[in-house]
């Protein structure tokens, strides 16, 4: 089956900016998903990218993916301190999401 | 506008008492989803509904159950809670099945077992 893997923890500075990663075994994904985790709450869809397209812009959020090696990665141009997260990247298996385990940003000033 | 609407938020239950935790939705989806997030770990699926149609995942435990009596509601129940069922359980919808559709999450309801 499908596993998701993320690097745990990510350290900036506040304008800098900040680039998560992701790889996944499974390439039978149509989408695959950035997700983001408030302390406390629940997850928040931030983007998600075909499998067919190599990159995605979406304001501050650029996705790579790169299917033959199976990475895809999440950069936040002019990171803020409200950036400050959990952020999941998910493939799909069936009907399932199957997530990563997360990788927590902190964003210092 | 909520769209995803998880209660209660937060909720405290003794070992082996029963529990139900409620998720409702407004987007008119016909899939919905229970997910369960252990600290520090990935949310996993625990089931789904198509409809009115049950989806149960292999690994979930018979302790859990749950009910869609309508398109807007579907509940958790939670037979016998153990120390190891406290978690942040997630509900989640999307408009149909399969990998081509977006699921939307609500906040999550965090479950205490004493």
């Known amino acids: 089956g499908e596993d998701v893997e993320q690097s745990l923890f990510l350290s900036v500075r506040e304008g800098d900016s900040s680039v998560i990663n992701c790889t996944y075994t499974?390439?039978?994904?149509?989408?695959l998903y950035w997700y983001k985790q408030e302390p406390g709450a629940g997850l928040q869809l931030l983007t998600y990218i075909f499998s067919n397209m190599d990159m995605k812009q979406d304001q501050r959020l650029t996705v790579l993916l790169n299917k033959k090696d199976k990475h895809l990665s999440l950069r936040i141009a002019d990171t803020q301190t409200g950036d400050s997260a959990i952020y999941f990247c998910a493939g799909e298996a069936g009907t399932a999401l199957i997530f990563g385990k997360g990788t927590t940003l902190s964003v210092s000033s | 506008d909520a769209m995803v609407i998880q209660n209660p938020r937060y909720q405290v239950t003794q070992f082996g008492k029963p529990v139900t935790l409620s998720c409702s939705q407004t987007l008119n989806h016909n899939v919905m989803y229970w997910y369960q997030q252990k600290s520090s770990q990935a949310p996993k699926l625990l089931f789904h509904?198509?409809?009115?149609?049950?989806?149960n995942e292999a690994d979930t435990p018979d302790n859990f159950q749950s009910r869609r009596p309508n398109t807007s509601f579907c509940f958790l129940d939670i037979r016998s809670p153990g120390l190891g069922d406290a978690a942040m359980y997630l509900c989640a919808t999307s408009r149909a099945g399969g990998n081509t559709d977006t699921q939307y999450f609500g906040p999550g309801t965090r479950l205490t077992v004493l």
């Open positions: 499974d390439s039978s994904s149509t989408y």
């Open positions: 509904y198509y409809d009115k149609d049950f989806n």
